[in-house]
C-alpha cells in the first residue's frame, strides 16, 4: 500500500502529468510549449530592437537639427544602412538630387515625388517595426483555445478509461482530469504574456511611427521651402 501511494503521488507531478497523457494531449502541450518559447523569443526581439531604434531616432534628430547642412548629412548617410528617421532622409534627399540632376521645373511634380518616395520608406519602417507582431495576436487569441480542445480529448479519453476500469473514486479519477487540465493551464501560460506583449509592442510601434511620419512632414515643409528658392528665380528668368 505504501508503494502504491508513493507511485500516485509521483504521478500527479507536472511530468508525470505529461508522460501520463494521450497522444493528442501530448502534442497540444509541445504546441503550447513551442508557442510558448516562440512568444518569449519575439518579446526579447522586440525589447531590443525597439530599444534600438529609439536610441536611434534620437540620436538622428539631434544630429538633423544641430545645424548641420543637409548635403553634409546625405554625404554622411548616403553610403550606410539606414533605418528609421535617417532612411526617410536619404530617400528624400536622393530623390531630390535626382530631380534636380535631370533639370526639374515644376515644384509641384517635385514635391509629390519627394513626399512619395518619403511615404514608401516611412511605409517599409513601419512594417519592420511590426513585424512578427501578427504571430503575438495568434498565439494570444488562439492559445486558450488549443489548450482548451487539449483539455475536452483528455477529459473524454478519461472518461473512458474510467468506464472501462468500473471504478470511480477520486483516485482514479482525479489524475486523469489533472492531466486535461494542464493542457488548459499551458494553453493560458502561452496566451497571457502573447497578449501584453501585443498590446505593448502595438503601442511602442506606434509612437515610434508617429515620430517618423512628424519627420517626415517637417522635412517635407524644409524642402518646399528650399524648392521655392531653387525653382522661382528659375522661372522667373525663363
Same mark, same amino acid.
Given at each position: ?26 502534442? =497540444? ?143 482514479? =479519477? ?65
Amino acid at each position: 500500500m505504501e508503494q502504491v501511494g508513493l507511485d500516485a503521488a509521483h504521478s500527479v507531478t507536472l511530468w508525470g502529468l505529461f508522460m501520463q497523457a494521450g497522444f493528442v494531449v501530448k502534442l =497540444v502541450m509541445l504546441g503550447l510549449i513551442a508557442a510558448s518559447v516562440w512568444t518569449w523569443g519575439i518579446v526579447v526581439d522586440k525589447t531590443v530592437s525597439y530599444g534600438k531604434a529609439r536610441r536611434q531616432l534620437d540620436s538622428f534628430e539631434q544630429v538633423f537639427w544641430s545645424g548641420q547642412s543637409l548635403e553634409e548629412l546625405y554625404r554622411t548617410l548616403s553610403d550606410r544602412q539606414t533605418s528609421g528617421m535617417s532612411a526617410i532622409f536619404v530617400a528624400a534627399m536622393r530623390e531630390w538630387k535626382k530631380s534636380f540632376e535631370r533639370g526639374a521645373r515644376s515644384p509641384i511634380g517635385l514635391q509629390m515625388r519627394i513626399d512619395r518616395a518619403m511615404d514608401v520608406t516611412l511605409s517599409r519602417e513601419s512594417e519592420t517595426l511590426e513585424a512578427r507582431l501578427g504571430s503575438l495576436a495568434t498565439i494570444g487569441s488562439a492559445a486558450p483555445f488549443v489548450g482548451l480542445f487539449g483539455t475536452v480529448v483528455g477529459i473524454m479519453t478519461s472518461f473512458q478509461a474510467i468506464a472501462g476500469s468500473k471504478q470511480t473514486s477520486l483516485a482514479v =479519477v482525479a489524475p486523469g482530469i489533472a492531466e486535461a487540465l494542464l493542457a488548459t493551464a499551458i494553453g493560458l501560460l502561452a496566451a497571457i504574456p502573447a497578449v501584453i506583449a501585443y498590446n505593448k509592442f502595438s503601442a511602442d510601434a506606434g509612437k515610434l511611427t508617429a515620430r517618423m511620419e512628424g519627420f517626415a512632414d517637417e522635412f517635407s515643409a524644409i524642402l518646399s521651402r528650399q524648392i521655392d528658392e531653387k525653382l522661382q528665380p528659375r522661372a522667373a528668368a525663363q
